[in-house]
């Protein structure tokens, strides 16, 4: 891939043949039902996928492989924006302990230049639901961009000098505009320079996601897939000031069939206020009619039925998370290759895999 063309699409990132590979096994016959997603998977081109499923209350994982052994419960990927909600339950659990408000305007320290609309000032939950009006991505996020790992050089230097220099695509709660950008900017206000940290103190201890983290450990790394674009192995993505976004946070099916069941039922979580939080309607896109709570999407199945969903993507990953909280049922994808404008067809798989378990 020729650079323009890769950097391009750097906004965009975050068939049915049969083909052989090897699975781990889901377990109660679950693994006959998943089967053909991991098919689907590695006939879209991925080298490897793995697929969680929460139903009756169980968590079921299975894996498969064009070559070499299936990836499991444990392996390691890169999640992408599904980062973000993660970012949402911070601000969810900030908002419950009084520190601030949904409706506190965006505020970072001085010499950071926040864009303000011609109506009113960027809000928290302007950021957490799109609404912003910031764009995808800084101004200046590409300038000597390594082009396979586009965030790496990015520094809160940068940040400070690309902010004067972005103007913003709408009124601030005007419209939906998915941003990178708003969702770092999010994280840098909640812990300014310390984002990964307050993620991990906040929201992957209490949940006990251990793997679920920007920081890969040795033990990690020997679990890790192996990501790719267009058949090529590809790095990881790096970002230490947008990593609000999900930008380079890893985690495993395992780690993300807790932090769904935590979704299916707060109750039993210790995060329960925030969780709830996160999963209310905070905005509708007047445009689209595309409903919002924070960080997560609100979607429907072809039966009418309202789902829950984020998905995730990176040069060498992508993956999606969707659940229907009143069946108590939840679906996962992850594979180890970049969906570029094909993300729909990977993302297919995980709502086509939710709604033949919801409605049997």
Known sequence: MNRRRLMGTVAAAAGTALIPGRATAAGDGMAARVRPYLD???????????????????RYVAGAAKDGPAPDGRTVFQLGSIGKTFTATALARAVGAGRVRL????????????PRGKTRHITLRDLATHSSGLPRLPANLLDDA?????????????????????ALVTEPGSAYAYSNLGFGLLGQALAF??????????????????DTTTTLRPDMASRKAVGHM??????????RVLSGAGTSMYSTADDMLRYLSAQLRPERSPLREAIELTQRHHFTDPGTGLRLGLGWHFGTLADGRTVTWHNGGTYGFSTCAVFHRKSGTAALMMVNTFSGDGATSFDALAFDLLAELAGS
């Open 40 to 58: 689907r998977a590695l006939a879209a081109g991925a080298p490897s996928a793995v697929f969680g499923v929460i139903r009756d209350g169980r």
């Open 103 to 114: 409706d506190t305007p965006l505020t970072l320290p001085p010499g950071f230049t926040v």
């Open 146 to 166: 390594d082009p396979y790992n586009p965030y790496a050089h990015y520094t809160l230097r940068d940040l400070a000098a690309g902010l004067p220099r972005t």
């Open 193 to 210: 320079d310390g984002v990964d940290v307050m993620l991990r103190r906040r929201v992957t201890a209490p949940l006990r996601l251990p």
């Open 230 to 239: 267009e058949g090529e192995a590809v790095p990881d993505w790096r970002d």
